[in-house]
């Protein structure tokens, strides 16, 4: 499942700008670049790969950390086609590693597989991205909750996504009607007995 999360961890810390610093406040926790209502493109060999927005980014160079609040994002594909999309309410991102957490709520669209995924992190949940392990998964306590095109919807209380081997396990209260690609029949999908898990490729 590709829901665009390159759009997400591509870096914002091309640009520089100075300012003059709080005395009372540790280097660390005082950004070195601010960025209101920043738009961004990236294009190779004329070609357009994603566009990203967001109300305000943050850079802090110390600690390899970008912030950025209420971005939304979109993915092309090689024919300049809208490819994925979504937006978030708050994201950190680390520089040295790409790794990623995600805050509060958070909406992603793959217009290849006609799915959307929504996640309701509140103010302590969220999710994760592990970039060398390309494994994305909810924090504690974040419901999440997957939607088809044709109406289809899977909610769960945490879900793992690993974009390595394209495997989906979704745990928790999994219950929802999902229908299957053209030449199978619909499924209906309830918690199972025991510990409540559903998985899939």
């Known amino acids: 499942m590709r829901l665009g999360w390159a759009a997400l961890l591509l870096g914002l810390?091309?640009?520089?700008?100075?300012?003059?610093k709080d005395k009372t406040t540790p280097a660390d926790q005082v950004p070195l670049m601010v960025f209101?209502?920043?738009r961004q493109t990236t294009v190779?060999?004329?070609?357009?790969l994603?566009?990203?927005?967001?109300?305000?980014?943050e850079s802090y160079p110390s600690r390899k950390q970008v912030r950025l609040k209420k971005f939304r994002f979109e993915e092309y594909d090689s024919?300049?086609?809208s490819a994925s999309e979504g937006d978030a309410d708050s994201a950190v991102?680390?520089?040295?590693s790409n790794d990623a957490t995600v805050s509060g709520r958070l909406r992603a669209h793959s217009a290849e597989q006609k799915v959307t995924l929504l996640v309701d992190g509140g103010p302590g949940g969220g999710l994760s991205w592990a970039n060398d392990d390309r494994i994305l998964k909810t924090l504690p306590g974040t419901p999440v909750a997957l939607t088809k095109d044709d109406g289809s919807r899977i909610d769960?209380?945490?879900?793992?996504?690993?974009?390595?081997?394209?495997r989906l396990e979704l745990q928790g209260g999994v219950q929802g009607i999902w229908t299957p690609e053209a030449n199978h029949s619909a499924n209906t999908?309830?918690?199972p007995p025991g510990p409540e898990s559903a998985a899939g490729r």
């Open 189 to 191: 999908m309830a918690p």
């Open 44 to 48: 190779k060999n004329e070609k357009l």
């Open 13 to 20: 810390w091309a640009c520089s700008l100075d300012y003059d």
């Open 79 to 81: 024919d300049g086609k």
């Open 93 to 96: 991102i680390d520089t040295g």
């Open 50 to 57: 994603y566009k990203m927005e967001s109300e305000g980014s």
């Open 156 to 166: 769960a209380m945490s879900m793992v996504l690993d974009l390595g081997t394209n």
């Open 36 to 38: 209101q209502n920043l």
